[in-house]
Nanobody, 125 residues
């Protein structure tokens, strides 16, 4: 399994970015897919997850209404659209995958066995 993130960069507060996570070696629908972020010196936190049971995606409260998850099965890609970015969104963003489980999110980082290399998002004030 390989996950490759892209789309990070430097943006002003209030701006937008779209992160992409291209997955290879797995089928999206057979895996729990999530985005995490990690600020320097802090623990990695889950900010969004795809829920395949027909429910809406799960989001961390601090990003609800600003971030949107979507998937493209044909491209085996998960997207994270980030709008109204704030300086506190500055972090390295990671895509993660794990074989589907019968537990709804949130999921701890230790429960994922596949990670991308991360992409830096910096929001200036």
């Amino acid at each position: 399994v390989q996950l490759e993130e892209s789309g990070g960069g430097l943006v002003q507060a209030g701006g937008s970015l779209r992160l992409s996570c291209v997955a290879s070696g797995l089928t999206l629908r057979s895996h729990d897919m999530a985005w995490f972020r990690q600020e320097s010196g802090k623990q990695r936190e889950m900010i969004g997850a795809i829920v395949w049971s027909g429910r809406d995606p799960w989001y961390l409260d601090s990003v609800k209404g600003r971030f949107t998850l979507s998937t493209d099965g044909a491209k085996n890609t998960v997207y994270l659209q980030m709008n109204s970015l704030k300086p506190e969104d500055t972090a390295v963003y990671f895509c993660a995958a794990a074989p589907r489980r019968q537990v709804f999110p949130p999921w701890p980082p230790r429960s994922f066995d596949s990670w991308g290399q991360g992409t830096q998002v910096t929001v200036s004030s």
